[in-house]
């Protein structure tokens, strides 16, 4: 019964995009993301025309944009065909045309969502694998016990999502509880979606010390970053040359605690600090000073490149930091509160009811859809303000 309604649906090919008029009852684009499609289709016309002879860059532009162009044809057919679907008047057929719609509907909704962040301009550093830095805050021990839990959950999460990574840093506290842990996600395009987890996050439960059941509230701060240097011996020289002479100060030192034979025996740690930052990268993890000066420098980088990717943002849009500036409770992004089997999201008061399945990676994500639903009402309303005031492109 579908393919003889389909004979009476007009043939879409070589349809333009730029005519895309969606039903109002049917899920739309934002007009200014239906313009955007359209500078894209431009943009990607010209791309393809620039590529007669291979150009690195301008290939990795081609087929961000394609793969946009791709869904957004894909969306631009079945509105069409859902459309035609609810013009149908013959009798024997509109009740067949309407379960069709049904069953289109849902395919429709699922590539506008895609969509309305696609068309958004690009975050910097979007495309990027991810690093991730994680410290206990306040709570003492149970901190350094929920940084762990913390740990494992983005680890559980990488595993769920079939990505590769690597624990690539621990320190420890002199009574064996975990002080710092760096991350790597070997993903690209693993930051666009874990960068809404920079903050504070808050821990409400009962630690397995406390002999009173008394519950406690401790945090961890965790700050994701752009991966822009695979931290080997490979990639050493080209990352010390994005650094003027005498912009970061190297110094080497015996490595400290356990770690066998070479602790306290050879200068295998170092430590930079870069001078117009003040900021300060340590590794000993690795037996080579090399390879500890290697993972130091790609730690470096991505520290001081989200570093000016906020300041950016700061400056363009006058918002306030996403990163971590404290440890302190007050200052929290989420909360696991364990006698609830609750965490809520407090930038977009989302409440999970599955903690177990959220620390097991397996409902993470379901948080992280619910924060970019509200970053991408917020982007669409600067966007909407820069066109009203006449400013650039947001």
């Not at 684009?29 to 393809?48: F, G, M, T, W, Y």
């Not at 874990?194 to 961890?220: C, D, F, Y």
């Not at 996403?322 to 909360?335: E, N």
């Amino acid at each position: 019964m579908i393919n003889r309604i389909r004979r009476f649906l007009p043939k879409v090919r070589n349809f333009s995009t730029a005519n895309l008029q969606p039903e109002t009852s049917l899920p739309q684009l934002h007009p200014l993301l239906i313009q955007r499609a359209q500078n894209l289709q431009c943009e990607h016309q010209e791309l393809s025309k620039k590529l007669d002879s291979y150009d690195p860059v301008l290939q990795i532009q081609f087929d961000r944009i394609s793969q946009i162009m791709e869904k957004y044809d894909k969306f631009a057919l079945l509105n069409n065909e859902v459309s035609e679907l609810s013009k149908i008047k013959d009798q024997e057929l509109v009740e067949d045309a309407q379960t069709e719609i049904q069953s289109l509907i849902p395919q429709l909704q699922e590539m506008c969502n895609e969509l309305k962040n696609k068309l958004l301009p690009p975050v910097k550093y979007a495309e990027c694998k991810t690093m991730i830095e994680l410290r206990p805050g306040v709570g003492g021990n149970e901190a350094s016990l929920f940084t762990e839990d913390l740990l494992q959950m983005y680890v559980s999460f990488a595993m769920h999502k079939n990505w590769k990574y690597k624990i690539v840093s621990t320190g420890k506290t002199s009574s064996g509880f975990l002080n710092e842990a760096i991350l790597v996600i070997d993903e690209p395009g693993s930051y666009d979606i874990l960068r809404h987890e920079s903050g504070v996050h808050r821990v409400q439960r009962v630690p397995e010390t406390e002999a009173k059941g008394r519950i406690h509230t401790s945090t961890a701060a965790v700050v994701v970053l752009p991966k822009l240097s695979e931290g080997n011996e490979q990639s050493l020289r080209s990352d010390e040359l994005q650094f003027k002479p005498g912009e970061v100060r190297i110094d080497t030192m015996r490595a400290s605690g356990k770690g066998g034979q070479h602790v306290n025996t050879t200068d295998s740690a170092v430590r930079l600090v870069h001078i117009p930052t003040g900021m300060i990268v340590t590794q000993q993890d690795e037996r080579s000073q090399p390879q500890n000066k290697a993972k130091a420098f790609a730690i470096l980088r991505s520290r001081l490149a989200e570093r000016e990717r906020i300041q950016e943002l700061e400056k363009q849009k006058n918002l306030r930091t996403s990163q971590v500036k404290t440890t302190d409770r007050s200052d929290k992004i989420r909360t696991y509160n364990y006698p609830q089997n609750r965490i809520t999201d407090h930038r977009c008061g989302y409440s999970l009811h599955d903690i177990d399945g959220c620390m097991k990676g397996e409902k993470l994500q379901d948080i992280i859809d619910k924060v970019t639903e509200v970053e991408y009402e917020e982007r669409m309303d600067e966007m909407v303000s820069a066109q009203s005031t006449g400013d650039k492109e947001v």
